[in-house]
Nanobody, 119 residues
Framework: QVQLVESGGGLVQAGGSLRLSCAASGRTFSMYHMAWFRQAPGKEREFVSAINRSDGSTYYADSVKGRFTISRDNAKNTVYLQMNSLKPEDTALYYC????????????WGQGTQVTVSS
């Protein structure tokens, strides 16, 4: 069982930056692929980014490539999402996810942190 707690969301102007953090419980954090998803009002949840548990390979949705950076610190059981050049269309509830076998899905979800980008 893994518990995930996101933080770092907030209100920012277009062009600004935010860094989201996701702290995981347990001693097996390094065994999980970690990912970020987001859900905007009236839309389905969508994949944003993921980081491989084995070699640290990273994956990004086309919409955030070049603007967002995912990273992880296994010693701190934490995954980060650095978001730069934010756009109003990035406004959403951002969820952290963990999966033991696939980087593009989730066995466990956090409760979400709200990101709002004003124009």
């Amino acid at each position: 069982q893994v518990q995930l707690v996101e933080s770092g969301g907030g209100l920012v102007q277009a062009g600004g930056s935010l860094r989201l953090s996701c702290a995981a419980s347990g001693r097996t954090f390094s065994m999980y692929h970690m990912a970020w998803f987001r859900q905007a009002p009236g839309k389905e949840r969508e994949f944003v980014s993921a980081i491989n548990r084995s070699d640290g390979s990273t994956y990004y949705a086309d919409s955030v490539k070049g603007r967002f950076t995912i990273s992880r610190d296994n010693a701190k059981n934490t995954v980060y999402l650095q978001m730069n050049s934010l756009k109003p269309e990035d406004t959403a509830l951002y969820y952290c996810a963990a999966d033991k076998s696939k980087w593009y899905s989730a066995d466990y979800w956090g409760q979400g942190t709200q990101v709002t980008v004003s124009s």
